[in-house]
Nanobody, 128 residues
Framework: QVQLAESGGGLVQAGGSLRLSCTAS????????MGWFRQAPGRDREFVAS????????YYTDSVKGRFTISRDNAKNTVFLQMSSLITEDTAVYYC?????????????????????WGQGTQVTVSS
């Protein structure tokens, strides 16, 4: 079993920055692809960013390209999401997820159903 714990959310003004962390326990995730998703009230959970096991490939949804950066530190069993130039539309609960089986597929890593473990989420609120 893998437990994922997100942290780093909070309230920030538009234009500001936040850095989310997702730390895994119970099992090393160094061989797993990891993803960040978000869910705003009344909306479906949506893909934000993903990273392959060694960080060689990263993928982003169009709305965050150039503003968000996903990275990982396998020695610390942690994945990060650096968010800059935040806008009110980024307000959501952000979840990290881990996928057990190997893939580098952009298509696969954008789909929530492709992930095996999920964290509880951290709230990000961007005020205008």
């Amino acid at each position: 079993q893998v437990q994922l714990a997100e942290s780093g959310g909070g309230l920030v003004q538009a234009g500001g920055s936040l850095r989310l962390s997702c730390t895994a326990s119970g099992r090393a995730v160094s061989n797993y692809a990891m993803g960040w998703f978000r869910q705003a009230p009344g909306r479906d959970r949506e893909f934000v960013a993903s990273i392959t096991w060694n960080g060689a490939f990263t993928y982003y949804t169009d709305s965050v390209k150039g503003r968000f950066t996903i990275s990982r530190d396998n020695a610390k069993n942690t994945v990060f999401l650096q968010m800059s130039s935040l806008i009110t539309e980024d307000t959501a609960v952000y979840y990290c997820a881990a996928r057990l089986t190997y893939t580098t597929s952009d298509f696969d890593l954008r789909r929530p159903t492709e992930y095996d473990y999920w964290g509880q989420g951290t709230q990000v609120t961007v005020s205008s």
